[in-house]
């Protein structure tokens, strides 16, 4: 079956720009992460998702950083007014329930370079 | 200080030998952890959950030890094939986001 998808796959923006990441999860799972991966580190996390009610965004480094996952399926990160500092790559991870400890299953993430 | 500890390595060993890795966890509410395979500019993907009785899924076995707070995986008979980056990962109680270290990069050379 079909796995999590991100698109676009490499966005290379100007500072000062808006951009907009897609996430289509796993057909039926509940629960939606989004990570970011700076280079040489390990994913840190920025938000999460149980259907379309938003239940932590404690990750998201500033107010420029938006979230939104409206009929419960597709979700979109948004970064405003990007800054060098938001190169990275964005991983969207989905999992099938809303249990703590449940097996998430990444996409291929979306590598963002901000020039 | 992070959360989840890990040597950044690279550890380079050769084909056939026994490996491990340490891991170190700070949140005493931790409550799940597993260790996840990256390979170079794919996604992390599951390798398996990390049990306090310990576990093995065939060449690999994880440990954890909750007193310490101290999570391990050794790899015996290493293969070309598992060269990548080793994420270990903690859940903590009440919580569904994943907590990771930095990685722990593996070369295997022939």
């Known amino acids: 079956g079909a796995g999590v998808s991100q698109s676009p796959r490499y966005k290379v923006a100007k500072r000062g720009q808006d951009v907009a990441l897609r996430c289509d999860p796993i057909s039926g799972h509940v629960s939606l992460f989004w990570y970011q991966q700076a280079l040489g580190q390990g994913p840190e996390f920025l938000t999460y998702f149980q259907n379309e009610a938003q239940l932590d965004k404690s990750g998201l480094p500033s107010d420029r950083f938006f979230a939104e996952r409206p009929e419960g399926s597709v979700s979109t990160l948004k970064i405003q007014r990007t800054q060098q500092e938001d190169s990275a790559v964005y991983l969207c991870a989905s999992s099938l329930g809303g249990g703590s400890g449940e097996t998430q299953y990444f996409g291929p993430g979306t590598r963002l370079l901000v020039l | 200080r992070k959360e989840v500890e890990q040597d950044p390595g690279p550890f380079n060993v050769p084909e056939g030998a026994t490996v491990a890795f340490n891991c170190t966890y700070s949140n005493s509410a931790s409550q799940s952890f597993f260790w996840y395979r990256q390979d170079c500019r794919k996604e992390p993907k599951l390798l398996m959950s990390?049990?306090?009785s310990g576990n093995e899924d065939g060449r690999f076995t994880a440990q954890l030890n909750r007193a310490s707070q101290y999570i391990s995986l050794l790899i015996r008979d290493s293969k070309l094939s598992d060269s990548a980056t080793y994420l270990c990962v903690a859940v903590n109680t009440g919580f569904q986001k994943l907590v990771f270290g930095t990685g722990t990069r593996l070369l295997v050379s022939p």
């Open positions: 990390v049990y306090s």
